[in-house]
């Protein structure tokens, strides 16, 4: 779909329609988005199923953003706050990005965030949510569109909690992201955690993590490991023989991801999360189908929030007539978020953070042979994060 050209820590890719679109119009201004995210390595998988959905929502709307001829100039974060923090300096002084987007892992946007508050950047996180954004340090250039780090661990607290499942163990990687998955999986399961890991970001050997589960006789495990982590994780914990009656429950972005690589191993697996495939309405069908057609397998998460963030951003543009430059008008009409989401109604809290349900899903293999994750229950109506009340917008 896409041309890539890398240069050391920056690449770049145009779509063909905006080629066109740039041929076309000549002198005038694009809008132009820089998409950080993190594309090479074994955690690369949910940024590349971020970058896949926001180029299709940029091919449905004609390469433009808003009506108006649009840039989306991508930077792959390889996985490194420092190469982050040089690839988002390289894209708002040199480049002069109007939005920045993208943002796969949290200690990565915590990382870019004061430059772009400094320079007025807004940003639109289409994956990462921590905490620090949500609370004290949250800030009127911020938006979410995909969700509070905490929110699919609370789903996953609830629903386990309502199950009533007694010894459990939380698996999260030892980073911002983790803790908050940790954090808000204790706020709603209530009891303390029979077992607790924080095994290292990127880590791919779990066999330690494996003898402490088999060794601490839970019932069910909770575990939060991106990309290539729950990948190996899941295999080894197969290969070990695991005991099938301990259950598993996963945060649905993970569950989707690995629905490619290891739906035999992760079949009947529960997982909660704000979207899913399965969710009745028209913008969701069109979403699943077109990226269907156009990469050739089921969407992740990953890829629904940011296609999200990409008409989000649009529906902005437009307000604001293309004149990016009224940052106090951008901030007002991203506020408004209107636009047709693939949630359903799409509002923000006070915080920008989305005010949404949390859904139960559970992988499924369908008539084709291959799994996909139907829609169980929803377990939280219109939830608002819990660090909102700690957010003075400035």
């Known amino acids: 779909m896409n041309r890539i050209a890398t240069m050391a820590t920056i690449a770049t890719t145009v779509s063909a329609a905006v080629l066109a679109m740039a041929t076309c119009v000549q002198a005038a201004e694009p809008v132009k988005?820089?998409?950080l995210t993190t594309l090479s390595g074994p955690a690369?998988?949910?940024?590349?199923?971020?970058?896949?959905?926001?180029?299709?929502?940029?091919?449905?709307?004609?390469?433009?953003?808003g009506g108006f001829p649009a840039e989306v100039i991508l930077v792959d974060d390889q996985f490194s706050p420092d190469a982050a923090k040089q690839g988002a300096d390289r894209?708002?002084?040199?480049?002069?990005?109007?939005?920045?987007?993208?943002?796969?892992?949290?200690?990565?946007?915590?990382?870019?965030?004061?430059?772009a508050?400094?320079?007025k950047t807004v940003i639109v996180s289409a994956n990462a949510g921590p905490a620090q954004l949500a609370g004290s340090g949250c800030?009127?250039?911020?938006?979410?569109?995909?969700?509070?780090?905490?929110?699919?661990?609370?789903?996953?607290?609830?629903?386990?909690?309502?199950?009533?499942?007694?010894?459990?163990?939380?698996?999260?990687?030892?980073?911002?992201?983790?803790?908050?998955?940790?954090?808000?999986?204790?706020?709603?399961?209530?009891?303390?955690?029979?077992?607790?890991?924080?095994?290292?970001?990127?880590?791919?050997?779990?066999?330690?993590?494996?003898?402490?589960?088999?060794?601490?006789?839970?019932?069910?495990?909770?575990?939060f490991l991106p990309g290539g982590m729950g990948i190996n994780f899941v295999k080894q914990y197969a290969a070990a023989g695991m005991d099938a009656k301990i259950v598993r429950v996963m945060p649905a972005y993970d569950a989707d991801q690995q629905m490619i690589s290891n739906g035999d191993l992760i079949a009947g697996v529960a997982n909660t999360g704000q979207w899913s495939s399965d969710l009745p309405n028209e913008q969701n069908r069109v979403f699943v189908s077109s990226f269907v057609k156009e990469y050739g397998h089921?969407?992740?998460?990953?890829?629904?929030?940011?296609?999200?963030?990409?008409?989000?951003?649009?529906?902005?543009?437009?307000?604001?007539g293309g004149k990016m430059d009224n940052k106090e008008a951008l901030i007002a009409a991203m506020k408004s978020a209107n636009f047709k989401?693939?949630?359903?109604?799409?509002?923000?809290?006070?915080?920008?953070?989305p005010i949404q349900n949390q859904y139960a899903r559970v992988v499924v293999k369908g008539a084709d042979g291959k799994y996909v994750n139907n829609m169980t229950q929803t377990v939280m109506t219109a939830h608002v994060d819990a660090y909102v009340a700690e957010c003075k917008m400035p």
């Not at 690369?44 to 953003?65: C, H, I, T």
């Not at 989401?341 to 953070?353: D, E, P, T, V, W």
């Open 341 to 353: 989401s693939i949630r359903g109604n799409f509002k923000f809290a006070a915080n920008h953070y």
């Open 44 to 65: 690369s998988a949910p940024g590349v199923d971020e970058r896949d959905g926001f180029m299709l929502a940029m091919k449905q709307l004609g390469g433009k953003l």
């Open 117 to 119: 508050f400094a320079s």
């Open 91 to 115: 894209l708002i002084k040199k480049e002069k990005v109007d939005i920045l987007s993208g943002f796969v892992y949290s200690n990565i946007l915590l990382a870019v965030a004061p430059a």
């Open 298 to 320: 089921q969407p992740s998460m990953f890829s629904a929030q940011a296609y999200d963030a990409a008409m989000l951003i649009d529906s902005a543009v437009k307000a604001v």
């Open 33 to 35: 988005v820089g998409f």
């Open 139 to 223: 800030s009127p250039y911020f938006f979410s569109a995909s969700y509070q780090n905490d929110a699919a661990h609370e789903a996953a607290g609830k629903l386990m909690a309502d199950k009533g499942y007694k010894r459990v163990a939380v698996i999260a990687p030892n980073y911002p992201a983790g803790k908050d998955a940790s954090a808000g999986f204790k706020r709603y399961f209530k009891n303390a955690p029979a077992l607790e890991l924080f095994p290292k970001l990127g880590q791919l050997d779990f066999a330690t993590e494996i003898a402490q589960l088999r060794a601490a006789g839970v019932d069910a495990v909770y575990y």
